[in-house]
């Protein structure tokens, strides 16, 4: 008995996976529908449905890059304490003292390159018609995936606590004062008042649950910290998983029907 | 007789009750979103009296806790007048600066510039800085309030909330 069949015949080996390997076209399928991250993915695929002429393999690379983000924000956020005492000196220091510290510029270039990515699959998927019956829900699906990608940028955008993040995040919040009903400035605001007391005011408005004030300070950085590494992250991990399961049920990565 | 038995069945009064729930449940939650504490500074404050303020002058000390200029002027409307401009370009929020060699504001953002007087005149700036209240309180100090202000292109510089008008 050589080494690797005593390993593959141990009790750990078969508690673990429950199928041998995939040695022919039966255990092949038989191993696709019972390992977890495999069960999201088609059994099988036609080789012109993933030529790389035709897919750009954008979205395989657009998720490589979300798993390089998940990774380096992780270990980034050992090293970075978002407050005001200490948010812009720890990103000094990532730079000038961390061993690695070189982390936060893959963090930052990889964050660039999935906006890009993401764009570019968004726009293969539309030049090769991949939009149409039975896949419009999941366009719809990666249009969710598309804001969210903005707003982890976005978010993200603030962290470093410099002057370019205060003031980008500042004007860019600003546009949330405009909201129809829920920005204090928006049309329809004026509207939602009880006897003469307005309800959308700017402590009330989307930009002040936005913000957690009038203006950008600490509990800013600190929500958008929460949104940057939690929040978003969450849904966008649960969006990613129906997004490919959907690929699946709806007949393989692009191709004619 | 069958619609009112359907409404009033258990399948109806369990998903009303669970909608209407968790709409409290959201609306609860978007309230629990807005601080009732903000460590902010006060919107109402005493600036010193009016002799503090010499005329032709922008000053700036105020700018980084309070967010307002004071300016001292008599060049809008030939007016001796001190007024309070609000430290937010009216173009996307940014914070201009005062050059006191050139005699303007000008933001770093996108190059909008303004007056002494708070009129926009380069940039993309749609219109004018806004003014703040301003009023002589009992003591005789110079109080500013952030909580109203006054939009020159509106007509609300007429105002005198929006002014202190220096006599003698």
């Not at chain 1, 673990?16 to 039966?26: E, G, K, L, M, S």
């Not at chain 1, 590494?229 to 490919?244: K, S």
């Not at chain 2, 004018?128 to 939009?151: A, H, N, T, W, Y």
């Amino acid at each position: 008995m050589s080494i690797g069949e005593y390993i593959r015949d141990s009790q750990i080996w078969k508690s673990i996976f429950r199928h041998p390997a995939p040695y022919d076209r039966r255990n092949r399928v038989v191993v696709m529908l019972t390992n977890f991250f495999l069960h999201l993915h088609p059994v099988s695929v036609k080789k012109q449905g993933i030529a790389l002429s035709y897919t750009w393999c954008m979205g395989g690379i657009t998720f490589f890059l979300f798993l390089v983000e998940t990774v380096t924000g992780v270990l980034l956020m050992f090293y970075y304490r978002p407050t005001l005492e200490w948010a812009y000196n720890d990103i000094l220091a990532l730079r000038d003292v961390t061993t690695l510290g070189i982390m936060r510029e893959i963090h930052r270039w990889a964050a660039h390159a999935m906006v890009i990515t993401v764009w570019l699959h968004m726009y293969r998927v539309f030049l090769t018609g991949s939009y149409k019956p039975p896949r419009e829900f999941n366009w719809v699906v990666g249009v969710l995936l598309l804001v969210l990608t903005l707003l982890l940028s976005f978010t993200g955008y603030l962290l470093p606590w410099d002057q370019l993040a205060i003031w980008a995040i500042t004007v860019g919040s600003n546009m949330a004062r405009a909201t129809p009903f829920l920005g204090h400035e928006g049309p329809g605001a004026q509207i939602l008042n009880l006897g003469g007391f307005d309800l959308i005011t700017n402590a009330s408005d989307a930009r002040f649950i936005l913000l957690g004030g009038r203006f950008v300070g600490e509990n800013t950085l600190n929500r958008f910290y929460i949104l940057h590494c939690v929040a978003i992250p969450l849904v966008v991990a649960g969006l990613i998983a129906i997004h490919f399961w959907r690929v699946r049920k709806d007949g393989g990565i692009s191709q004619p029907l | 007789m069958v619609l009112v038995a359907l409404l009033l069945s258990p399948f109806v009064l369990a998903w009303t009750l669970l909608a209407g729930t968790s709409v409290i449940a959201l609306l609860a939650t978007a309230r629990f979103m807005m601080p009732n504490v903000l460590i902010e500074p006060p919107r109402k404050f005493k600036i010193g009296p009016a002799s503090d303020y010499d005329l032709g002058t922008v000053a700036t000390k105020l700018v980084a806790q309070f967010g307002v200029w004071i300016v001292h002027t008599d060049q809008y409307r030939g007016k001796n007048l001190i007024y309070a401009l609000a430290s937010v370009c009216t173009h996307l929020g940014c914070t201009p600066s005062w050059l006191a060699g050139e005699q303007k504001f000008k933001c770093p953002c996108h190059g909008s510039g303004f007056y002494i007087t708070g009129i926009n005149f380069e940039g993309p700036a749609p219109r004018p800085l806004e003014r703040v209240g301003i009023r002589l309180s009992e003591d005789g100090m110079l109080e500013v309030d952030k909580s109203i202000k006054f939009q020159e292109e509106m007509g609300q510089w007429i105002d005198p909330a929006s002014y202190y008008e220096v006599v003698g």
